[in-house]
């Protein structure tokens, strides 16, 4: 934990405080029921009571207040399992509390930081308690029913705390995931995340015959775009393009940006002379996109495509298809669609 910004320790300790004071508050219940049947001095009252209401806030703010947040509450864990041993003792290894109050002082180090500070933790309870061998281990009717609400509660907070903290990583790992197959600019899928729909698509025909074509849409002369306009009208460009791409595609269709200034679009369940038709209305579509006076901000596009057939050996090749037809649409003049060669479709 200590390699943790400091903002996350002190979160960790603010949500440790707040299980500790729960904790105490449960646990002093059994071990002053205990006090009182062994008719404890009034200083032990005093420090039970202090023990319970004033330790959690006290070592919150030494925790908070010290430049290692998550060093200074490991050594507060310490203390609390040190105080667990020396009420243990004083209840004279009261059979029912001082099992519950080991337990519960366990659970928590186990659910804050595992064996290694678990262990450590039990050895400290431990020598505190075998200070003290005065043995009177039988429970009354009232010690055990005052440890009802330790074994109950306390466990319950533990477990909630568990749940809410997995389904905090459970929703962190899905936006990484998310984030990990999105393209930062335009919002759109990456390259990964176009290709592993390509890869979907390609098990899919192989194992029902469903087709499915591959567009890849390139930004005319984007180079100098960037020269004459700057980065920034470049970086409109991109996206003005992609959002053009995502608006007249479907919802069931993947778009991403495979690099630079060249998109993709995996469409499926597509295939026909329709896949040249829906090329041609991408060109016009992006091509129409520039409002009055700003045709730098979106230039025009050219576009190879490629449907999948039986001669494709993967994705890769798949893809490399459409970028051929790409390459024959910049040859012919830039501004058109073309048709993958080795499907024998005369360019659009």
């Known amino acids: 934990m200590d390699s943790l910004p400091i903002d996350h320790q002190r979160r960790i300790v603010t949500h440790v405080a707040g299980m500790r004071a729960l904790g105490l508050l449960l646990g002093m219940l059994p071990v002053l029921v205990v006090l009182g049947e062994l008719e404890a001095p009034a200083i032990m009252w005093a420090l039970a009571l202090g023990n319970g209401l004033v330790w959690p806030w006290v070592a919150r703010q030494i925790a908070l207040s010290h430049p290692q947040p998550g060093a200074m509450e490991r050594r507060n864990l310490y203390v609390d399992s040190a105080m667990g041993g020396v009420w243990i003792a004083l209840m004279q290894f009261n059979v029912v509390p001082s099992v519950a109050l080991a337990s519960m002082l366990v659970m928590d180090k186990l659910a804050f930081g595992g064996l290694r500070l678990a262990l450590p933790s039990v050895a400290t309870l431990l020598i505190a308690a075998l200070n003290d061998f005065a043995m009177a281990p039988q429970s009354s009717t009232a010690a055990a029913l005052a440890t009802v609400p330790l074994l109950?509660?306390?466990?319950?907070?533990?477990?909630?705390?568990?749940y809410v903290l997995s389904q905090r990583v459970r929703r962190k790992s899905a936006a990484l995931e998310a984030l990990s197959r999105t393209d930062p600019l335009t919002g759109l899928a990456n390259r990964?995340?176009?290709?592993?729909?390509?890869?979907?698509?390609?098990r899919r025909f192989r194992r029902s015959g469903h087709r499915a074509s591959l567009l890849v849409v390139d930004?005319?002369?984007f180079r100098q775009l960037n020269e004459q306009y700057g980065a920034a009208a470049g970086d409109a460009a991109l996206r003005a393009v992609g959002a053009t791409l995502k608006a007249t595609?479907?919802?069931?269709?993947?778009?991403?940006?495979?690099?630079a200034d060249t998109f993709a679009a995996v469409l499926t369940d597509a295939s026909g002379p329709g896949v040249g038709e829906?090329?041609?209305?991408?060109?016009?579509?992006?091509?129409?996109?520039?409002?009055?006076?700003?045709?730098?901000?979106?230039?025009t596009v050219s576009i190879g495509y490629a449907q999948l057939h039986v001669g494709l050996r993967d994705s890769a090749q798949w893809l490399a298809a459409a970028e051929a037809a790409l390459r024959a649409a910049k040859t012919a003049g830039r501004n058109r669609s073309v048709s993958a060669p080795a499907l024998g479709v005369q360019p659009v």
């Open 192 to 202: 990964r995340a176009v290709m592993a729909a390509a890869e979907h698509e390609l």
């Open 278 to 299: 829906l090329a041609e209305r991408l060109r016009h579509a992006v091509a129409a996109a520039a409002p009055a006076g700003e045709a730098a901000a979106c230039p």
């Open 219 to 221: 930004i005319d002369r």
């Open 249 to 259: 595609l479907r919802d069931i269709d993947t778009v991403g940006r495979l690099e």
């Open 152 to 162: 109950l509660v306390y466990p319950s907070a533990i477990a909630y705390s568990a």
